[in-house]
């Protein structure tokens, strides 16, 4: 492995022991460099690093043998170092091992004599680097699986779904935090546990009691499992050991889908609610046309023309509904391209309101518009369009819900940092039981005021949602058969 | 030329829907009494009873067109009066307003079913079909 040749490094005062080693090692195919004390032996040993073995002499003027040996231990822990000594004792030659050194080698010597001891060191350093390697590489394994591990353990606590882990005995041995908040009983729940220890559960006891068996499949199961108010969407697994034909048991994910499920609840109930009110004008337009083809509105003209009109009324509300319904759906979906520019509410307002005229006139009621504050130069960051079926929606109920020679009236003005616009009647009002709902999706009071008169039920539904993207509000007040008064406040614009 | 017929009530809160149902009676010879409102129809019924009521399943509250069919059932003046439900059926709340057979239309109360718009031919035949019966009964 070790292409380098290894490197050895000698230390020592007398020349002839200097070179006399270089020559011979070098020729044994060794590296091989030469200090003449232990000032330069030291240095030379932090420049170049990494040798094999040190031969170093134990007596030198400035820093001894003894003294080098240690200081290169500190540097190197593998470094296989020889004492070479004159005078060569037991005691020095203990010290000396103690200070680090691998052996000793006694003057003179042969080069014969050298070249074994440092074949073995060396063999030997090799052998404690590689185990040192091999030590190493297992402890990084070991801290890798740790890390893993707690990785893992980091990743299912913090997993918003609830888990629990069954085993084969039918035992609960592992949840997350998310389990024992979610799931009823599972919070002190002491592990492992029996399935049935959560008596909550019965329902998917079963279920987890079948799929936790060694021949559960792979795959998964779901199921959807109401525990008291809450709806979970219950996804079961098998543990499948590596290798292992047979599962080790079940990891169930518990996830609330009580939210969704309401949400669905609501769209189904919103497409039969459209469904419904799409039948209904529908139906009328049918029932219309059916009399008069079949003859039952009789040869008299008049009879005639008041049903087709009648159903032209619907079938125009019908095709509102529509647009109305398109609106909604837009805005639900974000996709409704909200324009906002400086706008002047007067100016909207005022539009809003003449093209009410000609239905104000149509029954004699009194319709006028006021602009009070600094000359209607009472700016709103706003969709043009939006706010005109905004005002124009309220304008057109007002002289829808007010008989004949009543009175609207229409006002701009400012409130604080709000512009506030006031629509009040003096028509059939709103019922306190009702107030409540005229904001909801085809909601219209049924009484036999409002019996006649034409609508989509989505009118303020659509002006509040508008209202509400402008960070605006919108209000009622209203009386039975004395008025309504709905009033908008928009957020002033400000440079 | 209508004012000899038998009287029949209908109740709706649409005023086309009692429109179109007047329109198909009257010209068969019935007397009509149109109501956008049960209650007041109940104080009519009254002073003038009629010899059958035509009524919607009413949107306000999604059973009062079975809470005015129960309060006439229960009322004795008008227990033998029958009823016809005519109403553009639908389900809210997984509730089927349409009754399956017989016994779904004793359960509500009433006598006969149809899904708007009713068909004219239908419901004159219904409507022959249950005043003959409660004609007998009241010995016409
Ligand atoms: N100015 C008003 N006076 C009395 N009732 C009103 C007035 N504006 C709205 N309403 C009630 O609120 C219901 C919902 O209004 P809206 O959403 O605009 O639908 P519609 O198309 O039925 O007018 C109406 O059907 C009516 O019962």
């Given amino acids: 492995m070790n292409v380098e040749k290894p490197r050895i490094l000698v230390v020592d005062d007398e020349s002839g ?280 509105a009789g040869e008299d003209g008049q009879k005639q023309k008041e049903m087709l009109e009648r159903s032209l009324i619907r079938a125009r509300t019908l095709r509102q509904m529509v647009s109305e319904l398109m609106n909604l759906t837009a805005m639900e979906t974000g996709n409704f391209a909200i324009k906002r520019n400086p706008l002047n509410i007067s100016t909207v307002v005022k539009e809003a309101t003449d093209s009410c005229l000609d239905k104000a006139k149509e029954k004699e009621i009194d319709l006028s518009l006021s602009v009070e504050g600094p000359g209607g130069q009472d700016v709103v960051l706003a969709d043009k369009s939006a706010m005109f079926s905004v005002f124009a929606n309220l304008i057109d109920n007002a002289i829808k819900y007010t008989p004949e020679r009543g009175h609207v009236e229409v006002r701009v003005e400012n409130a604080g940092n709000y512009v506030k616009v006031t629509v009040r009647d003096d028509g059939i009002g709103i019922d306190a039981g009702e107030k409540d709902k005229i904001f909801d999706e085809f909601f219209r009071a049924r009484n036999k005021y409002t019996a006649r008169i034409p609508g989509t039920g989505l009118g303020l539904t659509v002006a509040k949602r508008f209202v509400g993207l402008h960070q605006g509000k919108i209000t009622v007040e209203s009386a039975p058969a004395q008025g309504s008064v709905f009033t908008v406040f928009l957020p002033m614009w400000e440079e | ?37 049960p209650m007041e129809a109940l104080q009519h019924m009254a002073i003038e009873k009629p010899r059958l009521i035509i009524t919607d399943l009413m949107m306000k509250f999604i059973d009062t067109g079975f809470a005015f069919s129960r309060q006439i059932r229960f009322d004795s003046r008008f227990s033998n009066i029958p009823i016809i439900l005519i109403t553009a059926a639908f389900s809210q709340r997984r509730f089927a307003v349409q009754p399956q057979d017989k016994r779904g239309l004793e359960k509500m109360g009433i006598d006969a079913f149809f899904d708007k718009p009713v068909d ?21």
Avoid: W
Avoid at chain 1, 100 to 114: H, L, R, V
Avoid at chain 1, 199 to 222: M, R, V, Y
Avoid at chain 2, 120 to 139: A, N, R, T
């Fill in chain 2, 120 to 140: 004219p031919d239908d419901l004159l035949g219904k409507v022959q079909e249950l005043l003959g019966q409660s004609g007998k009964e009241q010995g016409k």
């Fill in chain 1, 17 to 296: 022991i200097r070179e006399g080693c270089r020559i011979n090692l070098e020729m044994e195919g060794y590296d091989v460099d030469v200090a003449e004390d232990g000032f330069a032996g030291l240095k030379t040993f932090k420049e170049r690093g990494n040798y094999a073995v040190a031969l170093i002499d134990l007596k030198m003027p400035g820093m001894d043998g003894l003294e080098l040996i240690e200081k290169i231990r500190e540097l190197d822990q593998d470094v296989v170092m020889f004492v070479i000594t004159a005078y060569a004792t037991l005691d020095t030659a203990v010290e000396a091992t103690k200070k680090g050194a691998y052996g000793y080698i006694a003057k003179p010597f042969s080069p014969d004599e050298i070249f074994l001891p440092i074949k073995r060191g060396i063999e030997s350093r090799n052998l404690a680097l590689e185990t040192k390697r091999l030590r190493q590489e297992r402890e990084n394994r070991l801290l890798e699986v740790a890390f893993e591990r707690s990785k893992s353990n980091t990743i299912i606590r913090c997993m918003t779904d609830g888990v629990l882990v069954i085993n084969r005995d039918k035992q609960i041995v592992l949840r997350n935090e998310a389990a024992r908040r979610i799931i009823p009983g599972c919070e002190n729940l002491p592990l492992p546990a029996s399935l049935s220890a959560l008596a909550d559960l019965h329902e998917i006891i079963d279920f987890l009691n079948e799929t936790a068996t060694a021949d559960f499949k792979p795959g998964i199961i779901s199921r959807e499992v109401a525990i008291g108010e809450t709806i979970f969407m219950v996804n079961v697994s098998p543990v499948m050991e590596q290798g292992v034909a047979s599962s080790a048991g079940a990891v169930a994910v518990f996830r609330d889908i009580t939210e969704l499920k309401k949400l669905e609840t609501a769209k189904s109930m919103f497409v039969s609610m459209v469904a419904h009110e799409v039948k209904r004008p529908l139906g009328v337009i049918e029932g219309y046309l059916n009399l008069i083809l079949s003859g039952r």
């Fill in chain 2, 1 to 37: 030329m209508s004012e000899q017929g038998p009287l029949i009530v209908i109740v709706d809160d649409d005023f086309d829907s009692l429109e179109i149902i007047r329109n198909i009676l009257e010209p068969a010879g019935y007397k009509t009494l149109c109501f956008t409102e």
